[in-house]
């Protein structure tokens, strides 16, 4: 499977990074982290246990529909739902409609994290 690669900066960090590659000052380098959380507290929210626990299952079991995976985990469809979108969203997971149904496919299982400080 696919390892990504994720960063942690502040929101202020970020919003500067991208206006200067906007502008042309910043190109980023292809080994730099694609996703980026503004905490390490934001990061841990969308890689819990719990949602860990979710990626295990999408894995060992292959549902074939959000109600599967419902059924095999326990979850509200509401919750998975949301939760399915947000990590969508940071390109860990992949949301596809087959057959009439909503169906899951892990893109990634392992995760390197990169954060730094710079002097002021």
Known sequence: MKT???GIMSK?????????IAKGLYVPKANE??????SMKSMAQILSNENQ???????DNKPKSLKELEDLTGRAKSNLSRTLKTL?????VELHKSNNALVVNVK???FQVEFGFEAA
């Not at 626990?53 to 894995?59: D, F, R, S, V």
Request: net charge positive; no cysteine; glycine share 4%.
């Open 88 to 92: 969508e969203r940071y390109g860990i």
């Open 4 to 6: 990504i690669r994720v």
């Open 108 to 110: 990634a299982t392992h």
């Open 33 to 38: 982290p694609k996703i980026w959380f503004e």
């Open 53 to 59: 626990a979710l990626l295990k299952t999408i894995l």
């Open 12 to 20: 202020e960090e970020f919003k500067q990074r991208t206006i200067d």
